[in-house]
């Protein structure tokens, strides 16, 4: 049996929080860290506070990720999200390219590594014979 350790508030907090972000780039990284900080500040002077209370001081998940986005402009945040799309979409096509010409290239010099080898004769019968010996 797996022992887990049990969440904070803190933590449950901050988790579904990080789960609203469609994806995280650095500015998203850096509100996050921030946000981090601040919920440590909180519990090292509310020790005991509960999800209530955190919620009551902070606000909701989503009234913290909705702040954020209009805070940053509803724009440049879709802007961001669909360029990192996108830029997700061409970097796993150019992977899956490399790995389809890799694929190919294999079965290519295996075929023809195989080709090679059934042309090598493997066993063979020579006759010496003493005389002259023409080509």
């Known amino acids: 049996m ?3 350790m ?3 508030n803190y933590e449950m907090f901050y988790q579904r929080v990080r ?3 469609p994806s995280i780039g650095i500015k998203e990284g850096r ?3 921030e946000l981090r900080y601040h919920l440590q500040d909180f519990s090292f ?3 005991n506070a509960g999800y209530e209370e955190i919620t009551a ?3 909701t998940p989503e009234e913290i990720v909705k702040n954020y986005i209009e805070s940053e402009g509803i ?3 879709v802007k961001r999200f669909t360029v990192r799309k996108y830029l997700r979409f061409f970097i796993s096509g150019i992977f899956l390219l490399f790995f389809f010409l890799w694929v190919a290239y294999f079965i ?3 075929k023809s590594y195989q080709a090679f080898t059934a042309e090598i004769p493997a066993y063979g019968e020579v006759t010496l014979e003493e005389g002259i010996v023409e080509p």
Do not use: D
Request: aromatic share 24%; with cysteine.
């Open 75 to 77: 724009e440049t945040v």
């Open 108 to 110: 290519f010099w295996i």
């Open 31 to 33: 509100f996050l860290k």
């Open 2 to 4: 797996i022992l887990q």
């Open 57 to 59: 001081f902070f606000g």
């Open 45 to 47: 002077s509310h020790p």
């Open 19 to 21: 789960c609203l972000f």
């Open 6 to 8: 049990k969440k904070t």
